[in-house]
Protein backbone atom coordinates (compact mmCIF):
# COMPACT_ATOMS: atom_id res chain seq x y z
CA UNK A 1 0.00 0.00 0.00
CA UNK A 2 1.53 3.46 -0.99
CA UNK A 3 1.79 5.76 2.25
CA UNK A 4 -0.92 8.18 2.33
CA UNK A 5 1.26 11.70 2.57
CA UNK A 6 0.48 14.82 4.07
CA UNK A 7 0.06 16.82 0.62
CA UNK A 8 -2.24 13.92 -1.12
CA UNK A 9 -4.55 14.60 1.77
CA UNK A 10 -4.73 18.11 0.07
CA UNK A 11 -5.14 17.17 -3.17
CA UNK A 12 -7.89 14.71 -2.61
CA UNK A 13 -9.87 17.91 -0.73
CA UNK A 14 -9.26 20.13 -3.12
CA UNK A 15 -10.77 17.44 -5.65
CA UNK A 16 -13.81 16.49 -3.27
CA UNK A 17 -14.53 19.96 -2.70
CA UNK A 18 -15.21 21.07 -6.25
CA UNK A 19 -18.22 19.59 -8.81
CA UNK A 20 -16.23 20.06 -12.15
CA UNK A 21 -12.70 19.53 -13.04
CA UNK A 22 -9.56 20.86 -11.03
CA UNK A 23 -6.62 22.04 -12.96
CA UNK A 24 -3.30 20.61 -12.05
CA UNK A 25 -2.36 24.25 -11.71
CA UNK A 26 -5.13 24.78 -8.86
CA UNK A 27 -3.78 21.38 -7.21
CA UNK A 28 -0.27 22.25 -7.20
CA UNK A 29 -1.37 26.13 -5.72
CA UNK A 30 -3.10 24.02 -3.32
CA UNK A 31 -0.74 21.49 -2.12
CA UNK A 32 2.31 24.34 -2.57
CA UNK A 33 4.45 22.41 -5.52
CA UNK A 34 4.70 22.77 -9.12
CA UNK A 35 2.91 21.36 -11.43
CA UNK A 36 5.27 18.61 -12.49
CA UNK A 37 5.49 17.48 -8.54
CA UNK A 38 1.88 17.16 -9.04
CA UNK A 39 1.49 14.92 -11.97
CA UNK A 40 3.84 12.66 -10.29
CA UNK A 41 1.88 12.76 -7.30
CA UNK A 42 -1.44 11.41 -9.16
CA UNK A 43 0.33 8.80 -10.77
CA UNK A 44 0.87 7.23 -7.06
CA UNK A 45 -2.31 8.75 -5.86
CA UNK A 46 -4.24 6.99 -8.42
CA UNK A 47 -2.64 3.59 -6.68
CA UNK A 48 -3.59 4.36 -3.46
CA UNK A 49 -7.17 5.63 -3.94
CA UNK A 50 -8.09 2.22 -5.50
CA UNK A 51 -7.70 0.29 -2.52
CA UNK A 52 -10.83 2.30 -1.71
CA UNK A 53 -12.56 1.81 -5.01
CA UNK A 54 -12.28 5.94 -5.69
CA UNK A 55 -10.45 6.67 -9.33
CA UNK A 56 -9.26 9.54 -10.72
CA UNK A 57 -10.47 10.91 -14.09
CA UNK A 58 -8.33 13.17 -16.52
CA UNK A 59 -9.65 14.98 -19.35
CA UNK A 60 -7.16 16.79 -21.48
CA UNK A 61 -7.53 21.05 -21.16
CA UNK A 62 -10.01 20.60 -18.12
CA UNK A 63 -7.94 18.85 -15.53
CA UNK A 64 -8.57 16.54 -12.92
CA UNK A 65 -11.67 15.33 -10.71
CA UNK A 66 -12.65 12.23 -8.33
CA UNK A 67 -15.01 9.06 -9.63
CA UNK A 68 -16.55 8.24 -6.25
CA UNK A 69 -19.01 5.17 -6.83
CA UNK A 70 -21.65 2.95 -4.76
CA UNK A 71 -18.86 0.37 -4.00
CA UNK A 72 -15.97 3.37 -3.07
CA UNK A 73 -15.17 3.05 0.97
CA UNK A 74 -14.85 6.35 1.85
CA UNK A 75 -15.42 6.17 5.44
CA UNK A 76 -12.17 3.80 5.07
CA UNK A 77 -10.60 6.21 2.88
CA UNK A 78 -11.07 9.16 5.55
CA UNK A 79 -9.72 6.95 8.38
CA UNK A 80 -6.62 6.25 6.41
CA UNK A 81 -6.13 9.85 5.92
CA UNK A 82 -6.75 11.19 9.36
CA UNK A 83 -4.24 8.55 10.55
CA UNK A 84 -1.67 9.59 8.03
CA UNK A 85 -2.30 13.08 9.27
CA UNK A 86 -1.74 11.86 12.74
CA UNK A 87 1.66 9.95 12.39
CA UNK A 88 2.96 12.80 9.69
CA UNK A 89 1.85 15.77 11.91
CA UNK A 90 3.74 18.39 10.09
CA UNK A 91 5.96 16.50 7.88
CA UNK A 92 5.25 17.89 4.73
CA UNK A 93 4.40 21.89 4.88
CA UNK A 94 0.56 23.12 3.87
CA UNK A 95 2.52 26.26 1.96
CA UNK A 96 5.44 26.58 0.15
CA UNK A 97 6.75 29.65 2.13
CA UNK A 98 6.86 27.09 5.12
CA UNK A 99 8.91 25.13 3.34
CA UNK A 100 11.39 27.37 2.45
CA UNK A 101 11.58 29.04 6.01
CA UNK A 102 12.49 25.26 6.94
CA UNK A 103 15.34 24.84 4.14
CA UNK A 104 16.88 28.26 5.53
CA UNK A 105 16.97 26.88 8.86
CA UNK A 106 17.97 23.37 7.86
CA UNK A 107 20.83 25.11 5.80
CA UNK A 108 22.14 26.82 8.61
CA UNK A 109 21.60 24.63 11.80
CA UNK A 110 22.40 21.19 9.89
CA UNK A 111 25.17 20.20 7.85
CA UNK A 112 26.91 22.62 6.06
CA UNK A 113 26.09 21.29 2.87
CA UNK A 114 23.18 19.07 1.49
CA UNK A 115 22.85 17.27 -1.66
CA UNK A 116 19.66 18.38 -3.69
CA UNK A 117 18.38 14.74 -3.52
CA UNK A 118 18.21 14.97 0.06
CA UNK A 119 15.88 18.25 0.27
CA UNK A 120 13.93 16.29 -2.44
CA UNK A 121 13.52 13.56 -0.49
CA UNK A 122 13.07 15.51 2.86
CA UNK A 123 10.22 17.61 1.55
CA UNK A 124 8.70 14.92 -1.57
CA UNK A 125 9.19 17.47 -3.85
CA UNK A 126 10.39 17.68 -7.53
CA UNK A 127 13.72 19.54 -8.99
CA UNK A 128 12.30 22.07 -9.76
CA UNK A 129 10.03 22.57 -7.18
CA UNK A 130 13.18 23.01 -4.94
CA UNK A 131 14.72 25.40 -7.91
CA UNK A 132 12.13 27.69 -7.22
CA UNK A 133 12.50 27.14 -3.48
CA UNK A 134 15.83 27.72 -3.12
CA UNK A 135 15.20 31.15 -5.15
CA UNK A 136 12.50 32.35 -2.89
CA UNK A 137 15.47 31.46 -0.57
CA UNK A 138 17.85 32.99 -1.55
CA UNK A 139 15.31 36.58 -1.53
CA UNK A 140 14.94 36.06 2.51
CA UNK A 141 18.58 35.22 2.91
CA UNK A 142 19.55 38.43 0.68
CA UNK A 143 18.69 40.76 3.32
CA UNK A 144 21.12 39.29 5.95
CA UNK A 145 23.82 39.37 3.60
CA UNK A 146 23.44 36.00 2.84
CA UNK A 147 23.60 33.92 -0.41
CA UNK A 148 23.02 29.84 -0.96
CA UNK A 149 25.67 28.37 -2.41
CA UNK A 150 25.43 26.02 -5.34
CA UNK A 151 28.33 23.17 -5.11
CA UNK A 152 28.58 20.18 -7.78
CA UNK A 153 30.44 18.67 -5.44
CA UNK A 154 29.40 19.59 -1.59
CA UNK A 155 25.84 20.07 -2.55
CA UNK A 156 23.81 23.48 -1.45
CA UNK A 157 24.84 25.69 1.67
CA UNK A 158 24.64 28.90 2.84
CA UNK A 159 27.47 31.46 2.25
CA UNK A 160 28.57 34.74 4.27
CA UNK A 161 29.70 35.85 7.61
CA UNK A 162 29.25 34.39 10.50
CA UNK A 163 27.70 36.97 12.52
CA UNK A 164 25.28 37.42 9.09
CA UNK A 165 24.37 33.98 9.80
CA UNK A 166 23.56 34.08 13.65
CA UNK A 167 21.31 36.73 12.85
CA UNK A 168 19.39 35.17 10.01
CA UNK A 169 19.19 31.91 12.35
CA UNK A 170 17.74 33.99 14.69
CA UNK A 171 15.27 35.85 12.60
CA UNK A 172 14.20 32.62 11.05
CA UNK A 173 14.65 29.62 14.03
CA UNK A 174 12.14 32.31 16.53
CA UNK A 175 9.64 32.46 13.86
CA UNK A 176 6.47 34.76 14.05
CA UNK A 177 4.27 31.88 13.19
CA UNK A 178 4.09 29.92 16.71
CA UNK A 179 2.94 26.92 14.83
CA UNK A 180 5.96 26.87 12.13
CA UNK A 181 8.36 27.52 15.14
CA UNK A 182 7.71 24.68 17.19
CA UNK A 183 7.91 22.85 13.86
CA UNK A 184 10.87 24.30 12.88
CA UNK A 185 12.39 23.13 16.45
CA UNK A 186 11.32 19.95 16.71
CA UNK A 187 13.18 19.03 13.70
CA UNK A 188 16.16 21.11 13.61
CA UNK A 189 19.70 19.29 14.13
CA UNK A 190 17.67 16.22 15.54
CA UNK A 191 16.13 18.55 17.94
CA UNK A 192 19.16 20.00 20.01
CA UNK A 193 17.66 23.41 19.33
CA UNK A 194 15.42 22.99 22.21
CA UNK A 195 15.07 26.57 23.01
CA UNK A 196 11.42 26.59 24.71
CA UNK A 197 13.44 24.04 27.58
CA UNK A 198 16.52 26.78 27.95
CA UNK A 199 14.49 29.80 27.88
CA UNK A 200 13.82 30.37 31.01
CA UNK A 201 17.14 29.26 32.25
CA UNK A 202 19.15 31.62 29.93
CA UNK A 203 16.97 35.01 30.32
CA UNK A 204 17.97 34.60 34.18
CA UNK A 205 21.02 34.87 33.56
CA UNK A 206 20.75 37.55 31.16
CA UNK A 207 18.59 39.83 33.26
CA UNK A 208 20.87 39.07 36.81
CA UNK A 209 23.76 39.64 34.69
CA UNK A 210 22.25 43.12 33.71
CA UNK A 211 20.67 44.22 36.29
CA UNK A 212 24.02 43.58 39.07
CA UNK A 213 25.68 45.95 36.36
CA UNK A 214 23.10 48.87 36.56
CA UNK A 215 21.97 48.30 33.45
CA UNK A 216 18.38 48.50 32.31
CA UNK A 217 16.37 45.89 30.51
CA UNK A 218 12.48 45.13 29.53
CA UNK A 219 11.68 41.43 29.59
CA UNK A 220 11.39 41.51 26.20
CA UNK A 221 14.85 42.82 25.32
CA UNK A 222 16.22 40.19 28.12
CA UNK A 223 14.08 37.36 26.12
CA UNK A 224 15.83 38.89 22.81
CA UNK A 225 19.43 39.01 24.45
CA UNK A 226 18.76 35.49 25.36
CA UNK A 227 17.94 34.30 22.05
CA UNK A 228 20.71 35.84 20.19
CA UNK A 229 23.20 34.36 23.00
CA UNK A 230 21.81 30.75 22.90
CA UNK A 231 22.54 30.87 19.02
CA UNK A 232 25.46 31.91 19.64
CA UNK A 233 26.44 28.69 22.10
CA UNK A 234 25.13 26.52 19.54
CA UNK A 235 26.87 27.86 16.88
CA UNK A 236 30.20 28.08 18.95
CA UNK A 237 29.30 24.16 19.70
CA UNK A 238 29.60 23.74 16.05
CA UNK A 239 32.80 25.09 15.86
CA UNK A 240 31.59 28.09 14.29
CA UNK A 241 33.43 31.02 16.04
CA UNK A 242 33.00 35.15 14.44
CA UNK A 243 35.29 37.15 12.59
CA UNK A 244 35.51 40.91 13.19
CA UNK A 245 32.82 42.64 14.72
CA UNK A 246 30.23 44.83 12.93
CA UNK A 247 31.51 48.35 13.55
CA UNK A 248 34.61 47.82 14.66
CA UNK A 249 36.00 47.27 18.36
CA UNK A 250 33.89 48.72 20.95
CA UNK A 251 35.44 51.20 22.82
CA UNK A 252 36.78 51.20 26.79
CA UNK A 253 33.75 53.88 27.59
CA UNK A 254 31.32 51.09 27.96
CA UNK A 255 32.64 49.27 31.13
CA UNK A 256 29.28 47.90 32.16
CA UNK A 257 28.66 46.34 29.06
CA UNK A 258 31.62 44.31 29.36
CA UNK A 259 31.40 43.57 32.81
CA UNK A 260 27.66 42.26 32.28
CA UNK A 261 28.89 39.90 29.20
CA UNK A 262 31.93 38.46 31.03
CA UNK A 263 29.49 37.40 33.87
CA UNK A 264 27.27 36.02 31.29
CA UNK A 265 29.91 34.23 29.36
CA UNK A 266 31.07 32.58 32.66
CA UNK A 267 28.10 31.11 33.45
CA UNK A 268 27.61 29.99 29.63
CA UNK A 269 30.52 28.29 29.91
CA UNK A 270 29.89 26.20 32.95
CA UNK A 271 26.21 25.60 31.62
CA UNK A 272 27.01 24.15 28.41
CA UNK A 273 30.73 23.19 29.34
CA UNK A 274 32.31 25.59 26.18
CA UNK A 275 35.31 28.19 25.99
CA UNK A 276 34.14 31.44 24.70
CA UNK A 277 36.37 33.45 23.31
CA UNK A 278 37.16 37.49 24.35
CA UNK A 279 35.87 37.65 20.53
CA UNK A 280 32.59 36.66 21.59
CA UNK A 281 32.41 38.06 24.87
CA UNK A 282 33.05 41.78 23.24
CA UNK A 283 30.10 40.22 20.81
CA UNK A 284 28.02 39.79 24.00
CA UNK A 285 28.89 43.33 25.26
CA UNK A 286 27.83 44.81 21.58
CA UNK A 287 24.69 43.25 21.95
CA UNK A 288 24.07 44.43 25.55
CA UNK A 289 25.11 47.65 24.52
CA UNK A 290 22.45 48.01 21.29
CA UNK A 291 19.76 47.07 23.02
CA UNK A 292 19.53 48.31 26.83
CA UNK A 293 17.00 50.82 27.42
CA UNK A 294 18.48 54.18 26.94
CA UNK A 295 20.09 56.18 29.92
CA UNK A 296 22.74 59.18 29.64
CA UNK A 297 25.68 56.70 28.33
CA UNK A 298 28.39 58.40 26.82
CA UNK A 299 27.21 60.71 23.19
CA UNK A 300 30.35 61.75 20.99
CA UNK A 301 29.86 65.52 20.28
CA UNK A 302 29.46 65.17 16.35
CA UNK A 303 26.27 62.70 16.72
CA UNK A 304 25.30 64.49 18.91
CA UNK A 305 25.02 67.76 17.13
CA UNK A 306 23.52 65.23 14.12
CA UNK A 307 20.99 63.62 16.94
CA UNK A 308 19.35 67.40 17.19
CA UNK A 309 19.27 68.18 13.61
CA UNK A 310 17.45 65.04 12.93
CA UNK A 311 14.83 65.40 15.41
CA UNK A 312 14.72 68.93 14.11
CA UNK A 313 13.71 67.47 10.69
CA UNK A 314 11.56 65.19 11.94
CA UNK A 315 9.43 68.05 13.85
CA UNK A 316 9.51 70.31 11.01
CA UNK A 317 8.53 67.12 8.20
CA UNK A 318 5.50 65.87 10.12
CA UNK A 319 4.50 69.17 10.93
CA UNK A 320 4.74 70.48 7.18
CA UNK A 321 3.32 67.19 5.67
CA UNK A 322 0.70 66.30 8.69
CA UNK A 323 -0.43 69.15 10.19
CA UNK A 324 0.97 67.39 13.53
CA UNK A 325 2.85 69.96 15.61
CA UNK A 326 4.69 67.82 18.29
CA UNK A 327 7.30 70.56 18.85
CA UNK A 328 6.65 71.64 22.29
CA UNK A 329 5.75 68.16 23.53
CA UNK A 330 8.05 67.21 26.35
CA UNK A 331 6.95 62.82 26.07
CA UNK A 332 7.68 63.20 21.92
CA UNK A 333 10.90 64.74 22.23
CA UNK A 334 12.06 62.97 25.05
CA UNK A 335 11.42 59.37 23.04
CA UNK A 336 13.62 61.01 19.95
CA UNK A 337 16.30 61.74 22.42
CA UNK A 338 16.78 58.69 24.25
CA UNK A 339 15.81 56.23 21.26
CA UNK A 340 17.16 57.43 18.15
CA UNK A 341 21.03 56.46 18.75
CA UNK A 342 20.26 52.72 20.12
CA UNK A 343 17.99 52.64 16.98
CA UNK A 344 21.42 53.66 14.46
CA UNK A 345 23.80 51.23 16.37
CA UNK A 346 21.69 48.17 16.43
CA UNK A 347 21.26 49.49 12.47
CA UNK A 348 24.89 49.72 11.92
CA UNK A 349 25.50 46.25 13.27
CA UNK A 350 22.51 44.56 12.25
CA UNK A 351 22.04 43.68 15.73
CA UNK A 352 18.19 44.19 15.34
CA UNK A 353 15.72 43.85 18.30
CA UNK A 354 13.14 41.15 17.10
CA UNK A 355 9.33 42.45 16.85
CA UNK A 356 7.00 39.72 17.59
CA UNK A 357 4.16 42.30 16.61
CA UNK A 358 5.55 43.74 13.43
CA UNK A 359 2.62 42.78 11.51
CA UNK A 360 -0.15 43.83 13.75
CA UNK A 361 1.61 47.11 14.70
CA UNK A 362 1.91 48.09 11.09
CA UNK A 363 -1.72 46.58 10.63
CA UNK A 364 -3.36 48.73 13.46
CA UNK A 365 -1.52 51.75 13.03
CA UNK A 366 -1.78 52.70 9.29
CA UNK A 367 -1.85 56.43 10.05
CA UNK A 368 1.17 56.19 12.63
CA UNK A 369 3.13 53.86 9.83
CA UNK A 370 2.58 57.12 7.26
CA UNK A 371 3.57 59.70 9.68
CA UNK A 372 6.89 57.12 10.89
CA UNK A 373 8.10 56.94 7.62
CA UNK A 374 9.03 60.55 7.52
CA UNK A 375 11.00 60.52 10.56
CA UNK A 376 12.54 56.91 9.16
CA UNK A 377 13.60 58.58 5.96
CA UNK A 378 15.09 61.85 7.97
CA UNK A 379 16.88 59.23 10.00
CA UNK A 380 18.41 56.86 7.04
CA UNK A 381 19.45 59.99 5.86
CA UNK A 382 21.08 61.91 8.37
CA UNK A 383 23.28 58.68 10.00
CA UNK A 384 23.56 56.78 6.98
CA UNK A 385 21.50 53.95 7.49
CA UNK A 386 18.97 51.20 6.39
CA UNK A 387 15.69 50.86 8.06
CA UNK A 388 15.11 47.49 9.35
CA UNK A 389 11.32 46.32 9.18
CA UNK A 390 11.68 45.49 13.02
CA UNK A 391 13.11 48.77 14.18
CA UNK A 392 10.91 51.19 12.24
CA UNK A 393 7.71 48.89 14.13
CA UNK A 394 8.75 50.13 17.49
CA UNK A 395 8.95 53.32 16.19
CA UNK A 396 4.97 53.47 14.75
CA UNK A 397 3.26 52.59 18.09
CA UNK A 398 5.61 55.70 19.90
CA UNK A 399 4.46 57.82 16.67
CA UNK A 400 0.34 56.75 17.10
CA UNK A 401 0.31 57.29 21.36
CA UNK A 402 1.54 60.47 20.71
CA UNK A 403 -0.81 61.08 17.90
CA UNK A 404 -3.67 59.65 19.69
CA UNK A 405 -2.69 62.51 22.28
CA UNK A 406 -3.19 65.52 20.30
CA UNK A 407 -6.34 63.21 18.22
CA UNK A 408 -7.98 63.32 21.85
CA UNK A 409 -8.14 67.06 22.61
CA UNK A 410 -9.67 67.39 18.92
CA UNK A 411 -13.23 66.53 20.12
CA UNK A 412 -16.42 66.97 18.32
CA UNK A 413 -18.22 69.96 20.05
CA UNK A 414 -22.12 69.83 20.14
CA UNK A 415 -23.88 72.89 21.47
CA UNK A 416 -27.19 71.85 23.26
CA UNK A 417 -29.56 74.68 22.95
CA UNK A 418 -32.24 73.93 25.60
CA UNK A 419 -34.22 75.57 28.44
CA UNK A 420 -33.91 74.87 32.24
CA UNK A 421 -37.52 75.06 32.69
CA UNK A 422 -38.19 72.26 30.07
CA UNK A 423 -37.69 68.45 31.96
CA UNK A 424 -37.54 66.64 28.59
CA UNK A 425 -34.56 68.85 27.89
CA UNK A 426 -32.69 67.91 31.12
CA UNK A 427 -33.33 64.58 30.20
CA UNK A 428 -32.55 64.48 27.02
CA UNK A 429 -28.68 66.06 27.27
CA UNK A 430 -28.00 63.76 30.44
CA UNK A 431 -28.76 60.76 28.31
CA UNK A 432 -26.95 61.95 25.43
CA UNK A 433 -24.24 62.87 27.92
CA UNK A 434 -23.95 59.34 28.77
CA UNK A 435 -24.34 58.01 25.30
CA UNK A 436 -21.86 59.67 23.51
CA UNK A 437 -18.00 58.66 23.55
CA UNK A 438 -16.27 60.73 26.11
CA UNK A 439 -12.69 60.77 24.19
CA UNK A 440 -14.43 62.36 20.94
CA UNK A 441 -17.23 64.26 21.98
CA UNK A 442 -18.22 67.58 23.75
CA UNK A 443 -21.69 67.70 24.66
CA UNK A 444 -22.48 71.83 26.04
CA UNK A 445 -25.18 73.23 27.29
CA UNK A 446 -26.32 76.16 25.75
CA UNK A 447 -29.29 78.91 26.78
CA UNK A 448 -29.93 82.33 26.88
CA UNK A 449 -27.93 82.87 29.98
CA UNK A 450 -25.39 80.00 29.09
CA UNK A 451 -22.20 79.45 27.33
CA UNK A 452 -22.79 81.82 24.26
CA UNK A 453 -19.54 82.59 24.03
CA UNK A 454 -18.68 78.55 22.78
CA UNK A 455 -20.70 79.51 19.61
CA UNK A 456 -17.62 79.89 17.81
CA UNK A 457 -16.13 76.49 19.23
CA UNK A 458 -19.27 74.36 18.16
CA UNK A 459 -19.51 72.17 15.14
CA UNK A 460 -23.01 71.23 15.15
CA UNK A 461 -26.04 71.87 17.40
CA UNK A 462 -28.87 70.02 18.96
CA UNK A 463 -32.16 72.24 19.60
CA UNK A 464 -34.79 71.04 22.18
CA UNK A 465 -36.47 74.29 22.95
CA UNK A 466 -37.62 77.16 20.54
CA UNK A 467 -34.02 78.85 21.56
CA UNK A 468 -32.02 79.45 18.55
CA UNK A 469 -28.63 80.74 17.79
CA UNK A 470 -27.39 82.95 14.73
CA UNK A 471 -25.16 81.61 12.25
CA UNK A 472 -25.48 78.48 9.62
CA UNK A 473 -24.30 75.50 11.60
CA UNK A 474 -25.45 72.13 11.09
CA UNK A 475 -27.89 70.93 13.57
CA UNK A 476 -30.94 68.84 14.67
CA UNK A 477 -34.02 69.24 15.92
CA UNK A 478 -35.47 66.70 18.77
CA UNK A 479 -39.00 65.90 18.18
CA UNK A 480 -41.77 64.36 20.53
CA UNK A 481 -40.73 60.47 20.80
CA UNK A 482 -36.98 60.90 19.41
CA UNK A 483 -34.92 58.45 20.71
CA UNK A 484 -31.63 58.85 22.23
CA UNK A 485 -29.87 56.53 19.76
CA UNK A 486 -32.24 58.53 16.56
CA UNK A 487 -29.59 61.86 17.44
CA UNK A 488 -26.73 59.73 17.75
CA UNK A 489 -27.24 58.07 14.77
CA UNK A 490 -28.39 62.03 12.23
CA UNK A 491 -25.08 63.13 14.34
CA UNK A 492 -23.06 59.93 12.84
CA UNK A 493 -24.76 60.23 9.43
CA UNK A 494 -23.75 63.90 9.66
CA UNK A 495 -20.13 63.07 10.17
CA UNK A 496 -20.34 60.59 7.17
CA UNK A 497 -21.41 63.09 4.94
CA UNK A 498 -18.71 65.65 5.54
CA UNK A 499 -16.01 62.87 5.33
CA UNK A 500 -17.81 61.88 1.54
CA UNK A 501 -16.69 58.54 1.82
CA UNK A 502 -17.82 57.52 -1.79
CA UNK A 503 -15.32 59.92 -3.27
CA UNK A 504 -12.28 57.74 -2.37
CA UNK A 505 -14.14 54.59 -3.31
CA UNK A 506 -14.11 54.21 -7.16
CA UNK A 507 -14.29 51.14 -9.89
CA UNK A 508 -10.78 51.98 -11.04
CA UNK A 509 -9.76 51.80 -7.27
CA UNK A 510 -10.17 47.93 -7.57
CA UNK A 511 -7.78 45.78 -9.41
CA UNK A 512 -8.21 41.63 -9.37
CA UNK A 513 -5.52 39.33 -10.86
CA UNK A 514 -2.68 41.16 -10.92
CA UNK A 515 0.07 39.23 -12.23
CA UNK A 516 3.88 38.94 -10.17
CA UNK A 517 6.32 35.97 -9.17
CA UNK A 518 7.85 37.84 -6.77
CA UNK A 519 7.42 41.13 -5.19
CA UNK A 520 9.43 43.46 -7.18
CA UNK A 521 7.50 41.96 -10.46
CA UNK A 522 4.36 42.43 -8.56
CA UNK A 523 4.76 46.09 -7.96
CA UNK A 524 6.37 46.53 -11.28
CA UNK A 525 2.71 45.50 -12.67
CA UNK A 526 1.04 47.31 -9.86
CA UNK A 527 2.65 50.39 -11.12
CA UNK A 528 1.66 49.80 -15.34
CA UNK A 529 -1.82 49.02 -13.78
CA UNK A 530 -2.15 52.11 -12.16
CA UNK A 531 -0.38 54.18 -15.22
CA UNK A 532 -2.81 52.23 -17.62
CA UNK A 533 -5.84 53.66 -16.12
CA UNK A 534 -4.51 56.91 -16.14
CA UNK A 535 -4.60 57.03 -12.32
CA UNK A 536 -0.68 57.74 -12.00
CA UNK A 537 1.83 59.25 -14.36
CA UNK A 538 4.07 57.68 -16.77
CA UNK A 539 8.05 56.73 -17.22
CA UNK A 540 8.44 57.77 -13.19
CA UNK A 541 10.80 56.42 -10.56
CA UNK A 542 7.97 54.27 -9.02
CA UNK A 543 10.76 52.03 -7.05
CA UNK A 544 11.94 54.85 -5.19
CA UNK A 545 8.00 56.64 -5.15
CA UNK A 546 6.69 53.38 -3.29
CA UNK A 547 7.34 51.86 -0.11
CA UNK A 548 5.66 48.35 1.04
CA UNK A 549 4.75 47.17 4.55
CA UNK A 550 3.33 43.69 5.43
CA UNK A 551 0.35 44.23 7.67
CA UNK A 552 -0.52 40.52 8.37
CA UNK A 553 -3.95 38.39 7.06
CA UNK A 554 -1.84 38.16 3.41
CA UNK A 555 -2.01 41.88 3.07
CA UNK A 556 0.58 44.44 2.26
CA UNK A 557 0.07 48.12 2.98
CA UNK A 558 1.93 50.04 0.25
CA UNK A 559 2.17 53.85 0.25
CA UNK A 560 2.83 56.71 -2.18
CA UNK A 561 5.85 58.43 -0.64
CA UNK A 562 6.61 59.72 -3.82
CA UNK A 563 3.02 61.17 -4.35
CA UNK A 564 2.83 60.19 -7.17
CA UNK A 565 -0.66 59.51 -7.43
CA UNK A 566 -2.77 61.47 -8.99
CA UNK A 567 -6.17 60.68 -7.35
CA UNK A 568 -7.53 60.81 -3.78
CA UNK A 569 -9.03 57.32 -2.81
CA UNK A 570 -8.59 54.02 -0.97
CA UNK A 571 -6.94 51.16 -3.53
CA UNK A 572 -7.11 47.36 -3.38
CA UNK A 573 -5.37 44.80 -5.33
CA UNK A 574 -5.94 41.07 -5.20
CA UNK A 575 -3.06 38.92 -6.61
CA UNK A 576 -3.34 36.58 -9.00
CA UNK A 577 -1.02 34.16 -7.22
CA UNK A 578 -0.20 34.62 -3.74
CA UNK A 579 3.37 35.65 -3.46
CA UNK A 580 6.17 35.22 -0.70
CA UNK A 581 6.97 38.80 -0.23
CA UNK A 582 9.23 39.11 3.05
CA UNK A 583 8.17 37.24 5.21
CA UNK A 584 4.40 36.22 4.64
CA UNK A 585 2.31 35.45 2.07
CA UNK A 586 0.67 38.87 0.68
CA UNK A 587 -2.82 38.29 -1.66
CA UNK A 588 -3.96 41.76 -1.27
CA UNK A 589 -2.25 44.91 -1.90
CA UNK A 590 -4.15 48.04 -0.29
CA UNK A 591 -3.57 52.12 -0.46
CA UNK A 592 -4.40 55.00 1.07
CA UNK A 593 -4.33 58.09 -1.17
CA UNK A 594 -5.80 61.82 -0.12
CA UNK A 595 -5.22 65.12 -1.94
CA UNK A 596 -2.77 65.59 0.61
CA UNK A 597 -1.03 63.95 3.65
CA UNK A 598 -2.43 66.93 5.89
CA UNK A 599 -6.06 66.20 4.67
CA UNK A 600 -8.12 66.03 7.22
CA UNK A 601 -9.69 62.75 6.49
CA UNK A 602 -6.45 61.20 6.00
CA UNK A 603 -6.15 59.85 9.72
CA UNK A 604 -9.89 58.43 9.50
CA UNK A 605 -9.26 56.72 5.93
CA UNK A 606 -6.41 54.84 8.09
CA UNK A 607 -8.19 53.57 10.80
CA UNK A 608 -11.22 52.32 8.78
CA UNK A 609 -8.71 50.44 6.56
CA UNK A 610 -6.93 49.41 9.22
CA UNK A 611 -10.15 48.09 10.92
CA UNK A 612 -11.16 46.13 7.38
CA UNK A 613 -7.80 44.55 7.27
CA UNK A 614 -7.70 43.39 11.20
CA UNK A 615 -11.05 41.21 10.27
CA UNK A 616 -9.74 38.12 8.71
CA UNK A 617 -13.30 37.59 7.96
CA UNK A 618 -13.53 40.51 5.82
CA UNK A 619 -10.56 39.86 4.13
CA UNK A 620 -11.31 36.31 3.26
CA UNK A 621 -14.86 36.94 1.93
CA UNK A 622 -13.74 39.77 -0.58
CA UNK A 623 -10.56 37.31 -1.86
CA UNK A 624 -13.73 34.72 -2.39
CA UNK A 625 -16.01 37.46 -3.71
CA UNK A 626 -13.30 39.40 -5.78
CA UNK A 627 -15.76 42.48 -6.02
CA UNK A 628 -14.60 46.20 -5.40
CA UNK A 629 -18.89 46.35 -4.47
CA UNK A 630 -17.98 44.34 -1.37
CA UNK A 631 -14.69 46.01 -0.24
CA UNK A 632 -17.08 49.57 -0.49
CA UNK A 633 -19.33 48.05 1.43
CA UNK A 634 -17.38 46.81 4.10
CA UNK A 635 -15.10 50.23 4.20
CA UNK A 636 -18.64 52.24 4.55
CA UNK A 637 -19.71 50.35 7.61
CA UNK A 638 -16.29 50.82 9.12
CA UNK A 639 -16.54 54.32 8.71
CA UNK A 640 -20.06 54.89 9.79
CA UNK A 641 -18.82 53.08 12.98
CA UNK A 642 -16.07 55.18 13.70
CA UNK A 643 -17.78 58.34 13.15
CA UNK A 644 -20.00 57.69 15.75
Not at 95 to 102: C, E, H, S, W
Not at 122 to 133: E, W
Request: hydrophobic share 40%.
Amino acid sequence: MVEARTRYVIMIKTMLGRKTYVTSAALAEAAGVSVRTVKYDLKELQSFLKEYGVEIESKRSYGYRLLVGDGSDMDGLSKALRANLRKNKGEVFRYNFQRVIYIINKLLIGKPYYKAEELMDTFYISRSTLTQDLNRARTLLAKFRLEIDVNLRRGIGVAGDELDKRLCIAEYFFRYDDKLQVMVQRRADGGKYDWDAQRETLVRIVWEACRANKIRLSPFLAVDLASHMYVSVLRMRAGCGIGELPGGTMTVNYVRERYAAGEVADQLEELYSISISEKEREYFALHILSKKMPDSGPVGSEEHATLKQCVAEILREVKDNFELDFTDDPVFLDFLYTSIEPMVLRLRTHLIVRNPLLFENLRRYLFATKVAHSASGIIEKLFGVQMDNNEFAYLVPAFNMIISTHEKRKKFKIGFCGDLGLSEALIYYNELSESLPKDGYELVWMDKYHNNGYLNQLQYLIYVSDYRLPGNLPYYEIQDGDSTSEVCSAIAEYKLEQVQIEQYLKPEFGMFGLEGRNRDEVMENLYRCLAGRGLIATELDWKNAFRANEVGNGIAHIQDLGRILKNAGCYVCILKTPILWEQDIIKVLVMIKTKRDGDKNLSLLCRIVSNWASSPEKVEHFLKTQSYDVFCGDITEECLKLCF
